[in-house]
């Protein structure tokens, strides 16, 4: 019995034919796996750094605008709604534009702006927080509930 399993097992241990293909079965779903968390952690970075280029917009355009002036009579066109816009869409007047970000809009996660002075200067801060939906592969991973954080300061200037 022994000698004739030794036997077929030789024959098993000669044969280089399937090689190819079981090494492919063995290799495959790992540079699958791999490719996909590659393209996955990108769009997520991808999605961070949008949030951050709106939160930059919109702290700019609140650094940058002229208070309310009741001796020449001048009011302020300036609000925390615009420079939201500004940072959801990249525009005031979304209208013909979509989200930056999708899920990250005036319904799904707020923006904080906060006036602080800092060294005697004025800084507008503005910081949001947006729960990350991707591709299934988090959730296979127990990586479910990411939550991307942005924060911005931004020297107030005025005119």
């Known amino acids: 019995m022994i000698t004739w399993l030794k036997r077929i097992l030789g024959r098993f241990h000669r044969d280089e034919r399937g090689a190819v ?17 590659i393209l996955e952690f990108g769009n997520m970075f991808w999605e961070k750094e949008q949030v951050e280029t709106g939160l930059r917009d919109a702290a700019r355009y609140l650094a940058r605008c002229q208070p309310s002036n009741a001796l020449s009579g001048y009011v302020s066109q300036c609000s925390n709604a615009v420079a939201g816009r500004i940072a959801y869409y990249g525009t005031s007047n979304p209208a013909a534009t979509a989200l930056r970000v999708p899920g990250w809009g005036p319904t799904g996660s707020a923006i904080a702006f ?5 060294s005697g200067n004025k800084v507008i801060v503005a910081s949001t927080s947006l729960a990350y939906s991707g591709s299934p592969l988090f959730g296979w991973l127990g990586l479910a509930n990411i939550t991307i954080q942005a924060y911005h300061e931004e020297r107030y200037i005025g005119w």
Request: aromatic share 10%; hydrophobic share 65%; charged share 10%.
């Open 21 to 37: 293909l079981a090494e492919a079965l063995l290799i495959v779903p790992f540079v699958t796996l791999f490719s996909v968390g």
């Open 114 to 118: 906060a006036t602080v002075t800092r």
